[in-house]
């Protein structure tokens, strides 16, 4: 069993930046990808990022790439996504999720955080 919780949401206008991160339970985080999906009232939840166990492969979502780099650090189970030039369509609540194997940008992982709400403002 793992928990995942997520922390750093928040508001901030558009052009600025939000460092999320996730904590982890268990003491084989290495063997799970992590990733990070959001979801925004009244749209489906989508894939943000993900990166696999040992950071050896990352994918990004299109509308994120170049801004959002995600990362991970298995000595304190964390995973953590770097948002930058924030835009308001990147409003959402964030979530992060872990499966055993390789990451995959479709929603089937093994477990979710309970999310935290980014607000980017214009």
């Known amino acids: 069993q793992v928990q995942l919780v997520e922390s750093g949401g928040g508001s901030v206008q558009a052009g600025g930046s939000l460092r999320l991160s996730c904590a982890a339970s268990?003491?084989?985080?290495?063997?799970?990808?992590m990733s990070w999906f959001r979801q925004s009232p009244g749209k489906e939840r989508e894939f943000v990022a993900a990166i696999s166990g040992y950071s050896t492969s990352t994918g990004y979502a299109d509308s994120v790439k170049g801004r959002f780099t995600i990362s991970r650090d298995n000595a304190k189970n964390t995973v953590s996504l770097q948002m930058n030039r924030l835009k308001p369509e990147d409003t959402a609540v964030y979530y992060c999720?872990?499966?055993?194997?390789?990451?995959?940008?479709?929603?089937?992982?093994?477990?979710w955080g309970q999310g935290t709400q980014v607000t980017v403002s214009s």
């Open positions: 268990g003491r084989t985080f290495s063997s799970y990808a």
């Open positions: 999720a872990a499966r055993s194997g390789y990451w995959r940008r479709s929603n089937e992982y093994d477990y």
